[in-house]
């Protein structure tokens, strides 16, 4: 079955840029999404199709995906971006989620 | 406002059944795919099963395969999860969510908790 990787915990200086990684055997030929989970909250769709923002996300948020890595950036940090990010691919008949990423804003 | 909203969560002993509802609140419902995803007591997010928006494609995941099944009733705007052969491992938050396959899962509902102990 298909596995993706995520760094544990990402840390990030108020106002600053932080990259989230999510590691695919060859990631780069399927469709990523990202996924917020605030604390004791459902998850919320941040970015689809490796780069493309839903109503209402912030362009501070982008997405890219390449070869063996897909990567969420957040530019200018905000403690609002205090959550778990989740990535996510469709893999054969099956959706694959990625361990999740707690991002802390410091 | 598009949502969708989960219920049938509680405590159960092992080896017992428990039915989950998602019913949906400002959109097509029949025109959906919808999946059930959980996630345990501080863990990541797990898929566990979904269904076509007739019904007729269906798939599980392995850990529930077998002991789970997903249904719906378009003509009651819902779909089901009917959890049997419950395991301590089976307690999450289970949430259903709207997306077709090959594609992303746009809405979510808010989730019901499972709870399997003796």
């Known amino acids: 079955s298909y596995v993706l990787t995520q760094p544990l915990s990402v840390s990030v200086a108020l106002g600053q840029t932080a990259r989230i990684t999510c590691g695919g055997s060859d990631i780069g030929s399927k469709n990523v999404h990202w996924y917020q989970q605030r604390p004791g909250q459902a998850p919320v769709l941040v970015i689809y199709r490796d780069g493309n923002r839903p109503s209402g996300i912030p362009e501070r948020l982008s997405g890219s995906n390449s070869g063996n890595t897909a990567t969420l950036t957040i530019s200018g940090a905000q403690a609002g971006d205090e959550a778990d990010y989740y990535c996510q691919v469709w893999d054969s008949t099956t959706w694959v989620f990625g361990g999740g990423t707690q991002l802390t804003v410091l | 406002q598009v949502h969708l909203v989960e219920s049938g969560g509680g405590l159960v002993k092992p080896g017992g059944s428990l039915r989950l509802s998602c019913a949906p609140s400002?959109?097509?419902?029949?025109?959906?795919?919808i999946s059930w995803i959980r996630q345990a007591p501080a863990k990541g997010l797990e898929w566990v099963s979904y269904?076509?928006?007739?019904?007729?494609?269906?798939y599980y995941a392995d850990s529930v395969r077998g002991r789970f099944t997903i249904s719906r009733d378009n003509a009651k705007n819902s779909v089901y999860l009917q959890m049997n052969s419950l395991r301590a491992e089976d307690t999450a938050v289970y949430y259903c969510?709207?997306?077709?396959?090959?594609?992303?899962?746009?809405?979510w509902g808010k989730g019901t908790t499972v709870t399997v102990s003796s």
């Open positions: 269904i076509s928006s007739r019904g007729n494609t269906i």
């Open positions: 400002g959109f097509i419902f029949s025109d959906y795919y």
């Open positions: 969510a709207r997306g077709d396959p090959y594609d992303y899962m746009d809405v």
